[in-house]
């Protein structure tokens, strides 16, 4: 016979955005009995986070202290033309800390594992046919229907090494674009975990989601044994294509009839241009957190205009990702990147952060823009 549950606030999602909503309100309001469903075993999934020092306000610190693996004093980044050691600090946080870390946070029963096959404002009811009542509800399961939107995609698989020698990395390559570009923006992102081993992604900005495991596997061998490793284990491997907002409107997005609170990339809660949410989802967490009502009315009434101004903020990174896309050939994107890496370092912490400045702004786009004019401002004069 199924059962009927009751909570005061449900998350719908166990993923980042779920997580860390789950333990901000652990620590600010352990008053509120929660309830987190997540279709799969683990919380977070499979899944490498990483971010800067300065994506995270000092007030925030503490929610995500506690699920960092890994931390480096600085970072690099390499294009054909230029390279660059940078001074931001940089964090990564492995989904099995993440699981292991908001479980002990909560009590076993607030973890239910379980498909959705309905949800509302008040409930939702479980594909086994588990039925759980909550004053409030968030739904943080991840990507919607992004068909009103008008995206590109960026497309990565990466392994993590285990190696029969040193790779000699002391600190992350958040972007290697000195490899064949192929038909688009071509990167690899290198995180080096211990001495022998090292995170390896291979990344790309395509018009497409779809994602060749295969192929991209084969180039991560290639570039492993062009810098001279030999690979004894792989250890883990994931594959994403994160979604890169050219244009799109918010109201068509979520629109004003859906009453479900949402949370995290269904929310439009992430950087246009490069798909990152970790900042995001630290925010909205923090905000939830803060709230005197956590009824499902309260939470839309301050999640969905909190989501739409940001997303009317972040026009900026759209025009940029309409530039990478339309304005630039295929094989000369990377230039777009490589001219950024030569700005000031606070430019570009304050941009992976989503926060740019109007002075920021102007000092990306003044100048003889690496792209053929005529396209770089007829990207500049659309965003649907």
Request: glycine content about 10%; charged content about 25%; hydrophobic content about 45%.
């Amino acid at each position: 016979m199924a059962q009927t549950l009751k909570t005061d606030l449900l998350i719908a999602g166990g993923g980042l955005a779920g997580g860390l909503i789950a333990l901000a309100l652990r620590a600010r309001r352990p008053d509120v009995t929660l309830t987190i469903v997540e279709a799969g075993e683990a919380l977070g999934g499979n899944h490498i986070w990483s971010f800067f020092d300065s994506d995270i306000a000092e007030t925030e610190r503490g929610l995500i202290a506690p699920l960092i693996c890994h931390h480096w004093d600085g970072n690099e980044v390499r294009f054909p033309g230029h390279a660059r050691s940078l001074h931001g600090a940089y964090n990564s946080i492995e989904s099995g800390r993440f699981n292991q870390v908001v479980r002990a946070a909560l009590p076993a029963e607030a973890i239910v594992t379980g498909r959705i096959k309905a949800l509302d404002a008040q409930s939702a009811t479980l594909s086994d046919g588990t039925r759980i009542e909550a004053g409030g509800v968030i739904d943080a399961r991840g990507v919607g229907d992004f068909a009103m939107l008008e995206l590109g995609w960026q497309k990565f698989l990466g392994q993590l090494l285990r190696l029969e020698a040193p790779h000699g990395l002391t600190r992350p390559v958040i972007m290697d674009a000195a490899v064949d570009q192929g038909d688009g923006y071509r990167f690899v992102y290198l995180l080096p975990f211990g001495p022998n081993a090292v995170f390896v992604e291979d990344t790309y900005y395509s018009t497409t989601s779809d994602l060749d495991a295969d192929e991209l596997r084969d180039r991560i061998a290639r570039y492993a044994a062009e810098q001279g490793w030999t690979i004894a284990t792989i250890e883990r491997e994931e594959q994403a294509a994160l979604p890169i907002a050219m244009g799109g409107n918010f109201d068509a997005l979520w629109p004003v009839r859906d009453r479900v609170p949402r949370v995290g990339m269904a929310a439009g809660l992430f950087q246009p241009m490069t798909g990152y949410s970790l900042p995001d989802a630290v925010r909205t967490a923090a905000l939830i957190a803060d709230l005197p009502d956590l009824s499902s009315r309260a939470l839309q009434h301050a999640l969905r205009p909190y989501a739409r101004k940001a997303w009317e903020q972040r026009g900026f990174y759209r025009l940029l990702a309409r530039m990478l896309f339309r304005a630039a050939d295929p094989p000369a994107r990377y230039r777009l990147l490589e001219r950024f890496y030569r700005l000031d370092e606070g430019l570009i912490g304050r941009f992976y952060a989503g926060r740019s400045t109007w002075t920021d702004k102007a000092r990306i786009l003044i100048g003889k823009p690496p792209v053929p004019l005529r396209r770089a401002l007829g990207a500049i004069r659309e965003d649907r």
